[in-house]
């Protein structure tokens, strides 16, 4: 998939309230889902159309409504069956909204985003929209994934806690569970730089280098999503809608505890980063450094030999070492020993 930074625009000029077409890689018609449950069971089923959602809800039962996909005619259709006013629903269309909370007359608008890395190794991300009525929570998700999987197996288990509140504790549920799997993927951000720490260490080279300027910027982008996310969180604990039960309100208080934390990871992180890139500057001009200190000596050395070469290689006729017997060898003594002392001079000193 396509790593997506901004938001999708429409053109300038278009009427505010329209829906943009489907999301890349979410090709093909929504696939809708209803869940509802008591505390005694939980009834799983799919949907056709959202007509059918009233009449499958039963007095005294909440109810989850799960939209895969963003096709158009569907989320057009929440306006008029549910009362979503088309600023909400262009939201939820265009994806890569910052997280936030909305309130309505009727209803409680949340988006949370989440980052994770894809099959091919890249940073993926999934914005999800939530809907909090009464009674009933719709969610829309971008594509097909098992992001709250783990909160389906919990709302089967018998006797959970879900099943004993309302749908704002389920809509709590989804918002932790997708601020939990930001932890994960710090974790393998964080594998990823001590990995190039031992190599900038060790042996410090271009590929390690670039390697370390994609975590900067994965960093970035989680950064760039998890103080809105924050914000998102402190906003729903704070909010004065009576759509959030005081219970709900506990436990969003621990969400945003994880917030805070994921927060903190990150600029750890960012933090670490920039001390690599250090580093590897660091490294690359002792490097440079203690090049230009060898080519420098071997220059330097070769500076008399050079001088006294240069003297006898001018043949004059009455120069008497020309004509001596021992004159080249004696030639080849005196370079050999001024190299030699030259060398024994410069490594008393350091410089070698």
Do not use: C
């Not at 208080?253 to 250090?278: G, P």
């Amino acid at each position: 998939m396509r790593r997506r930074v901004i938001k999708r625009f429409h053109p300038p000029g278009t009427t505010p309230g329209t829906l943009a077409g489907p999301v890349e890689g979410a090709a093909g018609p929504a696939r809708l889902s209803l869940v509802t449950y008591t505390a005694e069971r939980v009834e799983e089923r799919p949907i056709a159309a959202l007509p059918e959602v009233a009449a499958l809800i039963r007095p005294g039962e909440q109810a989850w409504l799960r939209i895969v996909g963003h096709e158009t005619s569907v989320l057009g259709e929440l306006a008029g069956r549910f009362g979503v006013h088309p600023l909400v629903l262009e939201d939820v269309a265009n994806v890569g909204q910052r997280p936030k909370v909305e309130e309505h007359d009727q209803y409680l608008f949340v988006i949370t985003e989440v980052l994770r890395f894809g099959r091919n190794g890249t940073l993926e991300e999934d914005q999800v929209s939530l809907l909090l009525f009464d009674n009933l929570l719709i969610t829309v998700e971008e594509r097909e994934s098992d992001l709250f999987k783990p909160v389906l197996e919990r709302l089967r288990a018998q006797g959970s806690k879900m099943r004993q509140y309302g749908v704002d504790y389920l809509a709590y549920a989804l918002v932790d569970t997708a601020v939990d799997h930001y932890f994960p993927t710090l974790e393998r951000v964080g594998e990823q730089i001590d990995q190039v720490e031992d190599v900038l260490l060790d042996k410090p080279d271009r590929k390690s280098f670039e390697e370390l300027h994609r975590i900067k910027r994965d960093l970035l982008r989680v950064r760039k999503a998890t103080w809105p996310l924050r914000e998102m969180v402190s906003a729903l604990t704070r909010t004065d809608s009576a759509l959030v039960r005081e219970g709900t309100r506990v436990w969003l208080r621990d969400v945003y505890d994880h917030a805070v934390q994921v927060i903190d990871i990150v600029e750890t992180f960012r933090e670490m980063t920039q001390e690599l890139a250090d580093l590897y500057l660091s490294s690359v001009s002792n490097r440079m450094n203690e090049i230009m200190k060898v080519l420098t000596v071997i220059a330097t050395i070769f500076m008399p030999l050079t001088f006294i070469v240069g003297i006898y290689g001018m043949n004059f006729h009455d120069m008497p070492e020309l004509a001596w017997r021992w004159g080249y060898p004696l030639v080849w003594v005196v370079i050999l020993l001024v190299a030699a002392s030259m060398a024994w001079m410069f490594k008393r000193r350091g410089w070698l």
